[in-house]
């Protein structure tokens, strides 16, 4: 399944063409024109050892360098255009991990979308943001909540734009959510299928699911995730502790050593002001018990409704 060969696909909006095989993704319209482009080629120097650890080096002067040893280093030439150079003998199911995280975050903010860490779903049109730490529970809450009939609108990248009056506006990513075992077993979602994984010992399984929301929509709730208590329960956030949540869960910090100008810095905290003005943000608090995650479902498309009247 794994080793086909690439093609065209569609995600966060953009038609994306590449080399390596990225099924996680839909496919794009025959004929479609692509906006970013991974090419199998040499990134024209020498690949990491292992020793070396992930390397980000955003100084080379042919492109910004990123590496994974042993799995695969890239080379982002420019806006529409990445070079993948696979290490011998990888399989190219482990290309995509990097590709569909930091890389595509990176050509995405070079784009200018606002990129959030986060799952997102859509709840009668409205789209809820989920944020948090990592073993948070993004995607077991997804989950929950696409169990419950809201379709999915990303797991991980959550890409967003500005129209002119300034209401974020989210593209979908693709039909696919990560999921440890004891979540998949406790949160049983119709027509999702269980993929194998993609090495043994890894945390999570990709479930890829049988449709999501393809089409852009708003953005109008983002929820921190904090998970512990014996009830749901929904706390606002004032406008400080919004922008400082959006900030916290934005992806471009983790790229905290690029050479951000002051046009960059500027463009990032004016889109988590915006953000905090046009969208509610709140602590979502979440019970431990997986089982009464449609608890947590219920009481967040009941704040939607009273937002809606």
Partial sequence: MFEQSGG?????????????PLNELRPAAPGAVPDIRFVNRPIGRDLPRL????????????????????VAAFRLVDKGTVWVEKYPDVPESYVAFPILGPIMAWMLNWRE???IHASAIDINGKTVALMGDKLAGKSTTAAAFIRAGYPLVTDDLLAITFDDGGTPVCHP??????L???AAANIRVDGAEALPLVYEGFSKRQHKLAGMRTEAASLDYLVTLDRGGTAPGLFPFDTAAAIAAINRFSYMPRFADAPWTPADKARHFRACATLADKATVARLQIPDDLGRLHETVE???TALDRIEA
């Fill in 8 to 20: 065209l696909y569609d995600a966060f909006g953009l038609t994306i063409e590449s080399d390596i």
């Fill in 51 to 70: 020793e070396d650890g992930i390397v980000m080096d955003y100084a080379d002067p042919a492109g910004v360098v990123m590496a994974w040893p042993d």
């Fill in 113 to 115: 979308f606002f990129i």
């Fill in 173 to 178: 990513a693709f039909p696919q959510l990560k």
């Fill in 180 to 182: 440890a075992e004891d």
């Fill in 299 to 301: 009481l967040v498309a």
